[in-house]
């Protein structure tokens, strides 16, 4: 348990579908983050959100739309995506964006397949 | 862009030592991560570096030499539950991390 809850952890969908992945923290962090997971790859930083503000857009097509209500929930809209989406997308938070020190602490994500 | 790496696979005998070395190019430097993620897990923090020298907890201990751009995992008395993928992440000069594409550790009996 690290502090960081994501649902759904297997999600399959088809590619007209719309779905939404969910993550809560519960360590009273003040910084969440969605990164992508794929085989072989390193982690790819998708949004950055400190105090529900999105500080940070990787560069990341629009099928994907993060939502931040509050600094303990973060969500990712899905909608319109691709086979090459298919991935593990992690959850993390950490106290701040910034920082030295700052050691993120990621769920234990949401295995998405498009079909 | 940022560049980390590491090797993509070890493998190593329970008991033995394994060392997992990581070199980056990044612009700017505010600390080195390792994370260990075993198959279907979350990446767990297993250690911070952002002076040079050897930081050791227990049986795993982190190197870093900024200077030369290196760092290291070294994982003593290997047992058969540290076979997972470790991760190498940099904190840049912006203070935005940057994964390595992870070491895949076997340890076998």
């Known amino acids: 348990e690290t502090g960081v809850t994501q649902t759904p952890r297997h999600l399959v969908m088809g590619m007209t579908n719309k779905k939404s992945l969910k993550c809560e923290q519960h360590?009273?962090?003040?910084?969440m983050y969605w990164y992508k997971q794929s085989a072989k790859k390193p982690l790819e930083l998708m949004f950055v959100?400190?105090?529900?503000?999105?500080?940070e857009n990787n560069s990341v097509p629009s099928r994907f739309s993060p939502e931040c209500p509050n600094s303990s929930h973060l969500f990712l809209h899905l909608h319109t995506l691709q086979p090459e989406d298919s991935a593990l997308y992690l959850c993390?938070?950490?106290?701040?964006?910034?920082?030295?020190?700052?050691?993120?602490?990621f769920g234990e994500g949401s295995w998405l397949t498009v079909v | 862009g940022q560049n980390i790496d590491q090797p993509t696979e070890m493998t190593a005998t329970e008991g033995a030592i394994v060392q997992i070395n990581c070199t980056y190019q990044t612009s700017g430097f505010n600390g080195l991560f390792w994370y260990q993620q075993h198959a279907g897990e979350a990446p767990t923090f297993l250690s911070y570096?952002?002076?040079?020298g050897l930081e050791e907890k227990g049986r795993f201990s982190s190197f870093l030499s900024r200077s030369k751009g290196y760092s290291y995992l070294l994982l003593k008395e290997l047992q058969m539950k540290d076979s997972a993928s470790y991760l190498c992440a940099v904190r840049d000069g912006d203070y935005k991390l940057s994964f390595g594409a992870g070491t895949t550790v076997t340890v076998r009996a």
């Open positions: 570096n952002v002076l040079d």
């Open positions: 993390a938070s950490s106290q701040s964006p910034d920082g030295s020190g700052n050691t993120i602490y």
């Open positions: 360590l009273g962090h003040n910084a």
């Open positions: 959100y400190n105090f529900k503000e999105q500080t």
